[in-house]
């Protein structure tokens, strides 16, 4: 059986104060027309979070996506979608079992339970689980704060007497509710950050890695469909015994310049035949599928004269997304202006020079000076245009002396 595998969308995104929802469309229907060519068809398209870049997304980024459904579903394609954490999970659940009749499968809001949708070809039949975001308070209150039951393995179990404190806590006993039949090839759509994954900057992540996520705890399963990380790689190789191929398939755009440099793609998941004595697939190959944007996203570094220079852009896709770098000493008056006939579409401009690198040193220098408090101050301040009133301070201070005692 062969799968589609995308993630993180982002509709309705904009970066640097620019809308991508344009390219968002070009790159949909590359996708569509793609999808379209294959010989011979997938049977399904597996979506695996953050749809949308907010939890109330514009109007233009919900068109686009009942657009992107609809033409999948005339293709005879099954869907499967889950919510993200930027996503609203009531949103996404919102008219699901109605979609289900068109082959468009909604996750539902987390409710303590979990039933897959079989899907079914020549080598028998695929089980597909959908798991939406997941924090450890939405999985919780189904478990009256403890993890019960296991999780096909014995070595993976999630103790009746063990709290739900972690990300791993969480989806643990999530799963520990999927009752998987080891005759089916079983496929899961999750949304999390799976420990030792590559991020980029346009992703949130929390301080310390404390949403981190045990590869383990996926076990029984023969493919994970991820979706968080924006990069596209393998947390796994699936080679193990009882170990799946976990994957995260990436952005179909790039949302940061520290993407600059990546090839951005969907992945093509193909499943042989379940081997029941061994509990596993006789394959599972992935295939990255290249994608082409309307504008790429990349860095400009020279000097003002260099980069203007025709024979430097000619040639060249000048409505690209740029971040340039001057390494003039000195400053060039009305330069975005100026650059801007050029490049219509700069995003951001900065310089790299003896100034720049001095100012850099020495601002390095006076936050190493700075306490805690002093340096949450200036956070503080930054989010929020005005100082910390003095009982914020005292709470804080407060917090920060209770984390340095434990």
């Known amino acids: 059986m062969k ?7 982002h509709l309705g995104k904009r970066v640097n104060a620019f809308s991508m929802l344009e390219d968002q469309h070009f790159i949909l229907q590359e996708i569509l027309e793609t999808i379209d060519g294959f ?8 979506i695996s979070g953050d749809i949308y870049d907010k939890p109330v997304p514009p109007a233009e980024a919900v068109r686009l996506f009942d657009w992107f459904l609809t033409q999948l579903s005339e293709m005879g394609l099954q869907v499967f979608v889950i919510s993200g954490n930027h996503d609203s999970a009531d949103r996404i659940a919102f008219g699901s079992s109605l979609m289900a009749k068109s082959g468009v499968h909604m996750s539902p809001v987390y409710d303590g339970t979990m ?33 019960s039951g296991n999780f096909e393995k014995e070595d993976v179990k999630a103790s009746s007497e063990q709290q739900i404190r972690t990300y791993t806590d969480a989806v643990r006993a999530a799963l520990s509710r999927a009752q998987l039949n080891p005759s089916h090839r079983n496929v899961l759509l999750a949304h999390q950050f799976v420990t030792g994954a590559v991020q980029s900057k346009s992703e949130d ?32 190789s699936g080679k193990e015994p009882g170990v799946p191929l976990i994957r995260y398939c990436g952005t179909p755009l790039k949302y940061s310049f520290s993407e600059a440099a990546d090839e951005k793609s969907m992945t093509m998941v193909t499943l042989g035949k379940k081997e029941p004595e061994k509990a596993a697939c006789t394959f599972v190959q992935t295939e990255c599928i290249p994608l082409t944007p309307l504008r790429d996203m990349r860095e400009i570094r020279g000097s003002y004269n260099d980069i203007t220079f025709r024979g430097s852009y000619e040639g060249t896709n000048t409505q690209d997304y740029v971040h340039i770098t001057l ?8 330069v975005l202006g100026r650059l801007r006939t050029i490049y219509p579409n700069v995003m951001a401009i900065d310089y790299d020079n003896e100034r720049t690198r001095n100012k850099a040193h020495l601002e390095a220098a006076k936050t190493l000076e700075k306490t805690p408090i002093e340096l949450f101050s200036d956070f503080y301040k930054a989010q929020n245009g005005a100082e910390m009133s003095d009982e914020q301070r005292a709470y804080v201070e407060k917090i920060m002396e209770e984390i340095s005692e434990t």
């Open 3 to 9: 799968l589609i595998h995308l993630s993180d969308l």
């Open 205 to 236: 992540s929390s301080v310390g890695g404390l949403d981190n996520v045990d590869a383990d705890v996926f076990r029984g399963f023969d493919y994970v469909a991820l979706g968080h990380i924006h990069r596209p790689q393998n947390m796994s």
């Open 39 to 46: 010989e011979p068809a997938p049977c399904a398209v597996l």
């Open 327 to 334: 390494t003039d000493e000195q400053e060039i008056p009305n």
């Open 115 to 147: 039933q897959p949708v079989t899907l079914s070809d020549e080598d028998g039949p695929v089980d597909v689980w959908m798991l939406p975001f997941l924090r450890p308070a939405d999985v919780r209150r189904f478990f009256d704060g403890k993890a």
